[in-house]
């Protein structure tokens, strides 16, 4: 059975974090201290899965929930990963063969209740669920995971918002700059250590994000182009990865930011200069309702449709 863990603070000593087990609405706190995600997953997982029920004595509403993944810790992200992305960025699933990598800054970073910042200068503030893949082990060399053996390399999952500036990430090329503000991160409010059998069901995964209730993202993880056994297959191959790393896997269609159409598209490879095509995109993306703006809220949620796994509700709002 899976075990969900979550990273507070006590009002009491709101600069030491502590791990527990969420049982409901209320905490197991973990005898040990851990200081980041790798220390617990090394040292702490047979801890944490031994908790009960009846050692939830912290009631949850009583506590800042935190990141449950540590600032030390590496940001690793898929791009186009889902079939229906592709498909509404207009592009085609059969032209988009390879794993497309990109990195997020550690301090992006927060916790899945913290407000997020747009910048003064960001006009075009978009939304991405995705699932984070929590790496269970070091690897310092290449490894082929296989499809069967996901346990043998990810300790759990997590729900992960890849907030983006379009308007920089986009007319800049610069993905890192994009979506590394600080906010820009959302994580959690759990990591859901799953058992060996378990990671069979990623599949069966239900990603769904709302923006002041409307539901905006409603897909599942099956929608994935490469699944993550190739991913962290093909990670390991290109760089050391350590326990507690992050991997955001891509996020489903319905993100504000949308092609325009063939034809705009091809009007403008053939006849507009870069800077006129993408000032153009600015002032087409502020006339867009779906880009967010201060006070809007987002929900998100990930999990199975029998509830067997559950991710919790993630729940942030966008401030100036």
């Known amino acids: ?99 497309t990598f990109f990195t997020k800054a550690s301090s992006s970073l927060s916790g ?48 992960v918002n890849d907030v983006s500036a379009r308007d920089v990430q986009l007319p800049q090329g610069q993905f890192y700059k994009g979506k590394s503000y600080r906010t820009f991160g959302p994580a959690g409010p759990v990591l859901l250590l799953l058992e060996p059998a378990e990671w069979q069901r990623w599949p069966d995964l239900h990603m769904r994000l709302s923006v002041n209730g409307q539901v905006r993202q409603d897909t599942y993880c099956r929608d994935m182009l490469h699944p993550p056994h190739a991913t962290v297959s093909e990670f390991s191959a290109l760089q050391n990865l350590q326990a507690g790393d992050l991997i955001a896997t891509g996020t489903p269609a319905g993100c504000a930011a949308k092609a325009p159409g063939k034809l705009p598209m091809w009007v403008a490879r053939h006849f507009l200069s870069e800077p006129t095509k993408w000032r153009l995109f600015i002032k087409g993306g502020l006339r867009n309702p779906l880009y967010l703006q201060p006070n809007d809220v987002m929900s998100l949620s990930i999990r199975t449709d029998d509830g067997a796994l559950d991710l919790g509700q993630q729940r942030t709002v966008v401030v100036a």
């Open 1 to 99: 059975m899976s075990t969900s863990l979550v990273r507070y603070a006590s009002p009491d000593d709101p600069g030491q974090a502590r791990w527990g087990v969420l049982f409901d609405r209320r905490i197991a706190p973990l005898p040990g201290t851990y200081d980041t995600t790798a220390d617990l997953i090394r040292h702490g997982q047979v801890e944490a899965r031994a908790l009960t029920a009846a050692q939830a004595v912290i009631a949850i509403d009583d506590v800042t929930v935190l990141s449950p993944i540590t600032a030390n810790q590496q940001f690793l992200c898929q791009g186009v990963n889902y079939g229906s992305h592709v498909r509404e960025s207009g592009m085609d699933t059969a032209n988009m063969p390879f794993n």
């Open 112 to 159: 899945p209740y913290d407000d997020v910042v747009r910048p003064a200068h960001v006009k075009l503030l978009d939304y991405e669920i995705e699932l984070g893949l929590v790496l269970g082990r070091d690897l310092t060399t290449g490894v082929q995971v296989q499809p069967d053996r996901l346990h043998d390399v990810l300790a759990g999952i997590t729900i």
